[in-house]
C-alpha cells in the first residue's frame, strides 16, 4: 500500500505578490519605453527623409545626423546645419554664409508661414555691428530679416562639431547654432 502526502501548496504572500506586480510593472514601463524609443526613432528617420528632400530642392545639403526638433501643441520646429558650416572660416561670416536649413510651423502671433527656409547670416546694412538671419525660400528669396546675435567662444568646438539648439517659449522660439568659435542665436518672437 502506498501512501501519498499531499504536497503543501505554495501560499503566494503579500510579499510575492508585491514582487510579481513590480516585475510585471517594470516590464510594463519597460515595454512602454521602448514604444517610445521606436516612435523617436520612426519620426527621425521620416522627418529626416522629408528634410533631405526640401533642402536638396532648395540647393543645399544638410547635415542630417545633427537635425534637432523642437515642438510644443503650438509650434513645430525642425532644423539641421548646412554641409560645411562647420568649416567656415572666421572672415567668412562677415561675408554672409548659409547656416540652417528649417522647417517652422510658427504660433498664432508670428507673422511666418509654415514651410521650409534656408537660414543665412549676413552684416546688417546700416547698423554698424549688428547682424540678420535672412529666411530664404527654395528659390533664394528673402522672406523675412530678424535680428541675430554672434558671438565668439573662447572655447572653440573642434573643427566638425556642430551644436545646434531649439528654445521654445511662451512667447518666442530661439534657433542656435554653435561652431567652431562662432555661436548664431536667431529669436523669432511675436
Partial sequence: MSISQARPRPQLTTLGLLAILGLASSLVAQ?????????????????????????????????????????????????????GVSKLADGELERGAKLMFVFISPPEGIELARGFYTVKLIRHRTQRGAWLAQLLDAKGAVVRELGATVTTDDNPLPEGRIVVTIDISKSHFKLDIHFRRSSVEITFED
Fill in 31 to 83: 515595454d512602454a519605453g521602448q514604444e517610445i524609443v521606436d516612435a523617436n526613432q520612426n519620426l527621425r528617420q521620416r522627418v529626416t527623409a522629408t528634410m533631405a528632400k526640401a533642402s536638396r530642392a532648395a540647393g543645399v545639403a544638410i547635415l542630417p545626423d545633427n537635425l534637432v526638433i523642437g515642438s510644443r501643441n503650438d509650434v513645430l520646429v525642425v532644423s539641421a546645419p548646412i554641409d
